[in-house]
């Protein structure tokens, strides 16, 4: 649903996605939305309607497997914390209060982004 990489022409199905799916996610409290097709990986703060807030929902896009990756490049978005183009895989470990996410890169099973969401 979103992703700071520069795309042309704009993607409408993204944009739908977030005129009507954001908000019934923030209504109903959702933490992490875990998205792909975009051949990169993402990670948002907190964020609601694009701007990074305490209550928001954590978008990560995990499409950094299978297909080529993306080769575009970035706009300075401020609710973007972090991104790549490189293969790799992730583990999440998750209860009721607690979510550990963290994403590798294939090439040497380093740690290249991770969070942690307790309530």
């Known amino acids: ?9 704009p993607d409408l199905i993204k944009l739908m996605l977030q005129l ?3 908000p019934l ?18 990670r948002s703060c907190p964020m609601f309607q694009h701007k990074c807030i305490n209550d928001g929902i954590v978008q990560v896009l995990i499409g950094m497997a299978g297909q080529n ?8 978005a401020h609710w973007s914390l972090y991104h790549d183009q490189q293969f790799g895989y992730t583990t999440i470990f998750a209860n ?19 969070f942690i969401l307790q309530k």
């Not at 649903?1 to 022409?9: R, W």
């Open 25 to 42: 996610f923030y209504k109903y409290h959702v933490d992490v939305n875990l998205y792909a097709h975009q051949h990169s990986y993402e």
């Open 1 to 9: 649903m979103f992703t700071s990489e520069i795309g042309f022409p």
């Open 96 to 114: 009721q209060t607690y979510l550990h996410f963290t994403y590798y890169h294939n090439n040497d099973d380093s740690i290249a982004d991770q």
């Open 20 to 22: 009507y799916l954001e």
């Open 69 to 76: 990756l993306e080769t575009g490049s970035y706009t300075d």
